[in-house]
Nanobody, 125 residues
Framework: QVQLVASGGGSVQSGGSLRLACAAS????????MGWFRQAPGQRREGVATIDSDGTTHYADSVKGRFTISQDNAKNTLYLRMNSLKPEDTAMYYC???????????????????WGQGTQVTVSS
């Protein structure tokens, strides 16, 4: 069972930047979708950005143009670069993985079954 460890959260002012990292216990390239999700207090968990096994990326409308998801297959690490942060980006951020059986297939949020422990991002105005 793949294990994920997220890091990189913190407190920044509005307009600032952070880079989250998610270290996986095994190689993820080719066999998994990877993604970042977030949950603010009292809110439902929402998908932020995902990357398919072929490298295709998907973003929530609220973060398009500000966040970039990427992965370093040599390090088994997933990243989320967050620029121009806003107070509404404040949340616990989780990385997740979904196994895929067809290379390049898109993953639904419900397909993500492996989860990291979360890292807190707080953006002050």
């Amino acid at each position: 069972q793949v294990q994920l460890v997220a890091s990189g959260g913190g407190s920044v002012q509005s307009g600032g930047s952070l880079r989250l990292a998610c270290a996986a216990s095994e190689p993820m390239s080719g066999g998994y979708c990877m993604g970042w999700f977030r949950q603010a207090p009292g809110q439902r968990r929402e998908g932020v950005a995902t990357i398919d096994s072929d490298g295709t990326t998907h973003y929530a409308d609220s973060v398009k143009g500000r966040f970039t998801i990427s992965q370093d297959n040599a390090k088994n690490t997933l990243y989320l670069r967050m620029n121009s942060l806003k107070p509404e980006d404040t949340a616990m951020y989780y990385c997740a993985a979904a196994e895929v059986w067809v290379y390049g297939s898109n993953c639904l949020d419900s397909d993500f079954v492996y989860w990291g422990q979360g890292t807190q991002v707080t953006v002050s105005s």
